[in-house]
């Protein structure tokens, strides 16, 4: 299994660009979700997936587009860029079990943004 | 509010002592679940212990236990006989099974383990 994997590892931007950050799992997750590392800030939810089809806003979606037509893909588009999303986006997946709480939620790699 | 705090922005610890890093919860779910990740500064982001609120008794896992006090709401974190590998960020953070499955981070202890 490769996990969870996130593409690019880098990536500069000039503001008001788009671009897609890439998200994979391949362990079957339900459950996905994005955040951002700033420091100070820990990590940020900014929206999650309950399952194919299904999306949601966590603390800070604004800026930041999300859409989940298979299990296995959840891409985060950021329509116009700007510098305050200078950040680390990680994609997070785990298992979404019926009656438990404690399952781990699995990390990829993370994605370094510069927005100039 | 869901909301994790961690009162310990850096800590500086000697190698081989023993190190406790705070996390204090707020929620009003009564059932929930807490977790200690660490990030080396490699970046990524490695599962360390759960605790999950119905639990008797407190979480080990190796070096890591998990210090619940419910009433108190609070969670900390132990590590024994530290190593410079512990060198690192650690994040506390809550699942609430009453807000959508969430999971909320605190801003993190960095810690430094000194030879």
């Not at chain 1, 950040?87 to 009656?99: D, E, K, L, Q």
Request: proline share 5%; glycine share 10%.
């Amino acid at each position: 299994n490769a996990g969870v994997t996130q593409t690019p590892k880098f990536q500069v931007l000039k503001t008001g660009q788009s671009m897609t950050l890439q998200c994979a799992q391949d362990m079957n997750h339900e459950y996905m979700s994005w955040y951002r590392q700033d420091p100070g800030m820990g990590l940020r939810l900014i929206h999650y997936s309950v399952g194919a089809g299904i999306t949601d806003q966590g603390e800070v979606p604004n800026g930041y587009n999300v859409s989940r037509s298979t299990t296995e893909d959840f891409p985060l588009r950021l329509l116009s860029a700007a510098p305050s999303q200078t950040s680390v986006y990680f994609c997070a997946s785990r298992f979404t079990p019926s009656g438990g709480l404690g399952n781990e939620q699995f990390f990829g790699p993370g994605t370094r943004l510069t927005v100039l | 509010a869901q909301k994790i705090t961690q009162t310990q922005p850096g800590m500086f610890v000697q190698e081989k002592e023993a190190v406790t890093l705070d996390c204090t919860y707020d929620t009003s779910d009564p059932s929930y679940g807490l977790f200690w990740y660490k990030q080396p500064s490699s970046g990524e982001m490695i599962f360390l212990i759960y605790q999950g609120s119905y639990d008797q008794q407190n979480a080990t896992e190796g070096r890591y236990s998990l210090n619940f006090q419910k009433a108190r709401k609070s969670a900390n974190l132990v590590i024994s006989a530290s190593q410079l590998g512990d060198s690192a960020m650690y994040f506390c953070a809550m699942r609430e099974r009453g807000r959508d499955d969430k999971i909320i981070f605190g801003k993190g202890t960095r810690l430094h383990i000194l030879p």
